[in-house]
């Protein structure tokens, strides 16, 4: 059952394609091990007592995001920080079940294989929300390597600067501000290194460093800003929004050519620009095109 849940899932993600001489080779928005970590989780460690009994597992699909949310809270001894080494089973005889089919091969394994698979496709880490009655697991579809990033980055050249101080400057273009377990997860390393590297940001004067301890969270400075803002005088919804207003419409492979994007980024901006109201979306599929409200 959760082979043909990740199966279904796969099918209804929207896909890139590769052209590998007469052979198309599909590209997932999200991998197939992070969907699938997630999924056994989900029932591997979900709340099936009275007191959720009528919940059910949730899986949610958005342009820019797929939530798979959960019954129950985290258990045990298990917190949001600790969630790759702390080991806390709810449902032991569910949990034994699934080894032996070979869906769960190490307890606790789950959550790094999902940061793995995630960091492997260039996407942020999955974001983690215990919310008590249920857990939320967001994995975002944007990627954070791409060239207009570098283009960006590039302003900070003489800075002395590791290419996980670079991704986290890039994560913190996307994101209100970056912790120490956020750089631990985006990064891959120890919680010293991480509080090393983060000061080295704010020794830059990339970033600005906010509250203390525990609760200590990082945004970009003005500076960055202000060389964000100038290297890019118009926003990917901007040039879009321009180009509707000149043309009346704009097709996904227009918005590809105009942008400089994958088909499936051009179709992920759209969409978001749809969800918002900024644009509306006229017919289906190939022969869709958006166009401003009236």
């Known amino acids: 059952m959760i082979g043909d849940a990740v199966n279904h899932i796969m099918a209804s993600i929207r896909k890139g394609s590769l052209i590998e001489g007469l052979y198309r080779r599909d590209i997932p928005e999200y991998p197939e091990e992070a969907i699938r970590e997630a999924i056994v989780n989900a029932v591997a460690h979900r709340d099936y007592s ?8 949730q899986i949610r699909l958005f342009a820019d995001r797929m939530e798979i949310q959960s019954p129950g809270g985290l258990y045990g001894t298990v917190t949001l920080e600790t969630l790759e080494e702390e080991q806390s ?24 294989a999902m ?13 983690f929300q215990d919310r008590r009655s249920s857990f939320l697991v967001t994995m975002r579809n944007l990627t954070l390597m791409n060239a207009d990033a570098i283009a960006w ?15 986290a400057l890039v994560y913190l273009r996307h994101n209100p501000q970056i912790t120490n377990f956020d750089y631990q997860r985006l990064a891959h390393v120890d919680s010293v290194t991480a509080s090393r590297e983060l000061r080295g940001l704010v020794q830059s004067g990339l970033t600005s460093q ?3 301890r525990r609760w200590s969270h990082y945004i970009l400075s003005d500076s960055a800003k202000e060389k964000d803002e100038r290297s890019l005088p118009l926003l990917p919804e901007d040039k879009v929004l321009d180009y509707v207003r000149r043309h009346g419409s704009i097709t996904r492979k227009q918005c590809v050519g105009l942008l400089d994007l994958k088909d499936i980024e051009a179709r992920t901006c759209l969409h978001r620009m749809r969800d918002k109201g900024i644009l509306m979306q006229i017919g289906y599929k190939k022969s869709s095109c958006y166009k401003i409200p009236e």
């Open 115 to 127: 940061l793995g698979a995630m960091r492997s496709a260039n996407l942020e880490p999955p974001r």
């Open 89 to 112: 089973t709810r449902n032991r005889t569910l949990v034994r079940l699934l080894e032996d089919l070979h869906l769960v091969e190490n307890r606790g394994s789950g959550i790094k």
């Open 210 to 212: 906010h509250s203390s």
């Open 50 to 57: 009275n007191f959720a009994r009528g919940s059910y597992i």
């Open 153 to 167: 980055l590039n302003r900070f050249a003489d800075k002395p600067l590791n290419d996980r101080q670079r991704l």
